[in-house]
């Protein structure tokens, strides 16, 4: 109990809390691993991710999926609290890319001392609408944004987080993560690759020339 107290003390609201709402959102929460590939399944009120990383995402009818946003460190969701989900004409999928741990609070005492605390009330519905507008800006990428530039995006933006030009990733993760077909960014890393902007290998890619991606995204 300490240890999800040390957790959950991290959240902006919890100094709002009196002990009798702290303890309900303790006895309402739990803490859970899962490794690379697994689904998230249910709909917890508010997830607080300690470690890993998340990919929520869409997936049609005919299978394609349509990334949204990730989850990393740190990171806190709140579509169940704020009943994002219910508002939507689709169900958000969530899959583990890095093996996560995290904290789950359950919607039924998120609830309660949402009631209570208007503090709570406003974190989790202002959260709720980042995500909105996460959802929206990938939507946008995909309708108004050439491949190549998604691509050139998604590339400087990983090379970035991860601190390095050498990225270990197959086309396949690749177009899963810009929303497009294997075909496509395998077709533009050739492009790129003649260009003298990336040097593709088995598996993995390395940025040669940022600044020239760089002005592709531009």
Not at 45 to 70: A, C, D, N, P, W
């Amino acid at each position: 109990m300490e240890l999800l107290e040390v957790h959950l003390s991290t959240l902006p609201f919890w100094g709002d809390l009196n002990e009798t709402q702290r303890q309900t959102l303790l006895r309402g929460t739990a803490e859970q691993a899962f490794s690379e590939g697994n689904l998230l399944e249910g709909e917890p009120g508010l997830l607080l991710l300690i470690k890993g990383s998340v990919r929520v995402y869409l997936l049609s009818e005919e299978g394609r999926e349509v990334t949204l946003f990730h989850l990393r460190s740190g990171d806190i969701c709140t579509l169940g609290g704020a009943r994002v989900s219910d508002q939507l004409p689709f169900a958000p999928q969530m899959i583990v890319e890095e093996g996560c741990q995290f904290l789950a609070i359950r919607p039924s005492p998120l609830k309660s001392v949402m009631e209570e605390c208007s503090g709570v009330r406003a974190f989790v519905y202002e959260q709720g609408s980042r995500h909105l507008v996460q959802m929206v800006w990938a939507m946008e990428q995909i309708l108004f944004l050439r491949v190549d530039r998604r691509l050139a995006s998604f590339l400087l933006a990983e090379s970035r987080r991860t601190g390095s030009r050498e990225l270990r990733m197959t086309h396949e993760e690749i177009a899963r993560q810009i929303s497009s077909a294997r075909e496509v960014v395998a077709r533009m890393i050739k492009r790129f690759s003649a260009q003298g902007l990336v040097e593709s290998r088995r598996g993995s890619i390395r940025l040669v020339d940022l600044e020239g991606l760089q002005k592709l995204n531009q």
